[in-house]
């Protein structure tokens, strides 16, 4: 599964964005997908996962009420609604998947598959 990652961009506190994660070469049916972020000079830090079949979801409780994933098996791609976002939510975001994730969908060794990443800038 290759994955890339897109819709990052500079904006002021307050505002919202919504990243993609698009995934090519198989179908994502049966994968959890998750966001994580990384901010300079701190670790990766997970923030959402979706199971794809099912659509249940999972979020850090750091994001949870501000950030939203999604999914659309139709263009096997992810989505991550932020709304209200402040200058700390300045990081790097990737996707990722794998597939029977199970509990330590948290994890970010869990995964296999990563996109890029794709930079937020909140100003504030």
């Known amino acids: 599964v290759q994955l890339q990652a897109s819709g990052g961009g500079l904006v002021q506190a307050g505002d919202s964005l919504r990243l993609s994660c698009v995934a090519s070469?198989?179908?994502?049916?049966?994968?959890?997908v998750a966001w994580f972020r990384q901010a300079p000079g701190k670790e990766r830090e997970f923030l959402a996962a979706i199971g794809w079949s099912g659509g249940v979801t999972y979020y850090a409780d750091s994001v949870k009420g501000r950030f939203t994933i999604s999914r659309d098996s139709a263009s096997n791609t992810a989505f991550l609604r932020m709304n209200s976002l402040k200058p700390e939510d300045t990081a790097v975001y990737y996707c990722?998947?794998?597939?029977?994730?199970?509990?330590?969908?948290?994890?970010?060794?869990?995964?296999?598959?990563w996109g890029q990443g794709t930079l937020v800038t909140v100003s504030s």
């Open positions: 070469g198989r179908t994502l049916s049966g994968h959890v």
């Open positions: 990722a998947a794998d597939l029977y994730v199970g509990g330590t969908y948290y994890k970010e060794g869990t995964y296999a598959y």
